[in-house]
């Protein structure tokens, strides 16, 4: 149980990402949390980011196959590339400038 004065999980994310890029699959792992949950911190991250002169830069997944990239939503963990149909599909990463 955190103290009044320890920062939240999601506040600790924040400042992770702060210091540099981290696929959502690495969230998890360093924060013990699930991948899904994850993604939901990034977007609440920044979605409160707005008001903050930072932004929460994507760098969006990717098909290891064919190289594709243009999927509809960029902070998304896509099971496979609708051009190869691949499964091959690089996680995106986040970081906060």
């Known amino acids: 149980m955190q103290g009044v004065d320890e ?5 600790r994310i924040a400042d992770r990402l702060r210091t540099g890029a981290l696929q959502a699959g690495a969230i998890a792992n360093e924060f013990d949390i699930t ?14 980011l707005d008001a903050a002169d930072e ?13 594709f990239s243009a999927f509809d939503d960029p902070a998304n963990r896509p099971s496979r590339c609708p051009e190869c149909r691949s499964e091959a599909i690089e996680e995106p990463a986040f970081r906060i400038e």
Do not use: F, M, N
């Open 7 to 11: 920062p939240t999980t999601r506040q």
């Open 35 to 48: 991948t899904e949950q994850a993604l939901s911190h990034v977007r609440h991250i920044a979605r409160s």
């Open 55 to 67: 932004e929460l830069l994507v760098a969006p997944p990717e098909c290891r196959d064919c190289g």
